[in-house]
């Protein structure tokens, strides 16, 4: 199956592309185009293209992981595609070809599966104070030192529910819930991507003669994290 017929099989890339006529209205209304060298309408326009050579380019590149999926071009095409639907479809396909690992937004997937990834599915949320270490996040500052080792009175201060039972910030979520939400990666799938994207790291971690440990950060992760392939 080439590269056109795996995308024509994802549900977002089928209602997404209607009949674009390249008017350049989503590009007029794109976040992610005031500040990338980021245009929309010219990766609709390849998808519509059909060239497989493109196809391919456009799946090692970087322009796909641009998009934020906010969906503003949704609210505004003429002929009611999604083209935010339609990059959902080939960046899927860009992992599940192993393709991703050739850019560098492409790569950051697997930063995103190690950091944001590893929090949710261990602690409930995004990412938790007790992970914000200065090695990984060294942009917060100091102030965020002193933070971490005063979490316990500061919380307290603010009214958040550090480790604590019931509502409030920062609370412990009880297990049942973790049960549930691993058991929801699990069945829409997210937890074989996560392992994909895992496997085809690994292979590309190979090629560039990088140590890679699953799940760890290993010498190709602080690359990929640092952008310095």
């Known amino acids: 199956m080439n590269l056109l017929e795996q995308l024509k099989t994802d549900p977002r890339y ?16 794109c976040p992610a185009a005031q500040y990338y060298e980021y245009d ?31 969906l503003s071009c949704k609210t505004r095409c003429p002929r009611e595609n999604v083209p935010a639907y339609i990059i959902q479809s080939l960046k899927t396909l860009s992992i599940k070809t192993g ?3 050739e850019s560098e937004k492409g790569r950051q997937q697997l930063a995103l599966v190690r950091t944001i990834g590893k929090h949710i599915l261990e602690d409930g949320y995004c990412l938790h104070i007790d992970k914000i270490d200065m090695d990984m996040f060294p942009e917060q500052g100091p102030t965020w030192e002193w933070v971490r080792e005063n979490i ?50 690994e292979e590309k971690a190979k090629e560039l003669g990088l140590t890679f440990h699953k799940g760890e950060k290993d010498e190709y992760f602080y690359n990929v994290y640092e952008n310095k392939l």
Request: aromatic letters at 8%; proline letters at 2%.
């Open 40 to 70: 929309p309408r010219m990766v609709v326009n390849i998808v519509q293209r059909k060239q497989e050579a493109e196809l391919e380019q456009l799946l090692k590149s970087d322009t796909i992981w641009m998009c934020g999926e906010c």
């Open 14 to 29: 089928i209602e997404g592309m209607k009949a674009c006529i390249n008017c350049g209205v989503c590009t007029a209304i």
């Open 152 to 201: 316990k009175t500061l919380s307290l201060a603010v009214g958040a529910n550090y480790h604590g039972s019931g509502s409030g910030s920062l609370r412990q979520i009880p297990q049942e819930s973790m049960d549930e939400l691993k058991a929801i990666f699990k069945q829409t799938g997210g937890a074989d991507f996560f392992e994909l994207i895992e496997n085809k790291s």
């Open 99 to 101: 393709y991703f690992t």
